[in-house]
Structures are given as C-alpha cells and as structure tokens.
C-alpha cells in the first residue's frame, strides 16, 4: 500500500498525498507528542515533516523504507525545535544587556553612525541582483518566512533555503566591498 501512495503522489494524483498523510501522520504525531512539551508543537512539527516529505518523495531511494524515512524527518524536526528553543532562552536571558545596549545605541552621537551604516545597507543591496534583493528584503523586512518565500518564488523549500544562503553570501561580500574593508565575517 505505501508503495502505491508514492507512485500516485509522483504522478500528480492530489488525493494521494491526502490519503498518504492520513495514513502516516497519526505515527509521526504520536511519536512527536512523545518527545516534545505540547501537543499543538507536535501537530506544528507533523505538518512540516509532511511538507518536507512531499517536496523530497523524488529523491527516496527505495519505497519500502517509508515509514523509517518519515521518522527521520520528525526526528530533525524535533532536534531543530529543541535548538531553536535553547538560542531563544539564550538570547531571552540576555534582555537586560540587549535593553542597556539599545539605550545606548539610541543616543545622539550613535545616530550619525547608524546613518552611515544604513548607508552602507543599502549600497550593498542596490549591488545585489534582483532576485537576491526581493529574497532579503521580503525575509528580514517583510518577515516572510522560508515557506511563505518558496511560495512567493515557486520553489521548493529546500531550493528556496539554498536561495536565501547564497543571497546572504552575495550581501556579506557586497558589505565588505561598500565598506572597503574587503573583510567577510
């Protein structure tokens, strides 16, 4: 039966991919709601690894290992969200310092300076292609997220990932060159 979902899903049938998460997901869930703090998270983390699923199914290599690929995609799943989780906390726990910096950073003489390195912003960015450009902006700007930008440019996740590194890339260098430093951290 898992092998027929695949087939189906490669061939474009949309009722497939329906029928395959139906009958995949209630496993992924439980064992997600096993290994994360709320079950809304589960069902969050579920969602995404059916998205990643879908977007990656050309690339299985042997159908029969459905089941044991799906649990390998939760589990980076999970993995990522307890990361995630522990830079929040840590950038959380440091408030106080970050709120004594903004203080400073908002008087008068930083203003000059924050004006020149707007500056610099957005020479880098007017050196950038257009593509680079739209990607940046509408994810640090527009706040889109990595999902929302492969909807925006029809592409897959993974593709749309690999879009915005290589737009990073190509910024930092762009910085590096409007500041004549030639320096890329």
Do not use: C
Not at 2 to 10: D, E, G, Y
Not at 65 to 82: G, P, T
Not at 138 to 143: N, W
Not at 154 to 172: D, G, H, I, P, W
């Amino acid at each position: 039966m898992p092998v027929s979902f695949i087939k189906r899903i490669l061939k474009g049938e949309s009722d497939a991919v329906v029928d395959f998460y139906k009958f995949y997901s209630p496993k992924i869930l439980r064992y997600l709601s096993k290994k994360l703090p709320g079950y809304e998270d589960a069902q969050e983390l579920t969602n995404d690894v059916f998205l990643e699923a879908i977007d990656s199914l050309s690339i299985l290599r042997r159908e029969e290992n459905i089941s044991s690929w799906l649990y390998r995609i939760a589990h980076n799943k999970m993995v990522d969200f307890y990361r995630k989780k522990k830079i929040k906390s840590i950038l959380l726990s440091q408030a106080p310092y970050l709120q004594i910096v903004a203080n400073e950073i908002s008087q008068p003489e930083f203003q000059f300076e924050k004006n020149k390195i707007r500056d610099i912003i957005e020479q880098a960015l007017q050196n950038l292609s257009q593509k680079y450009r739209k990607i940046l902006t509408l994810h640090y700007e527009e706040k889109l997220s990595v999902k929302e930008l492969a909807a925006t440019f029809n592409l897959s996740f993974k593709a749309t990932e690999s879009l915005l590194f290589r737009a990073r890339q190509s910024f930092k260098l762009a910085y590096a060159h409007s500041t004549g430093s030639g320096h890329v951290e």
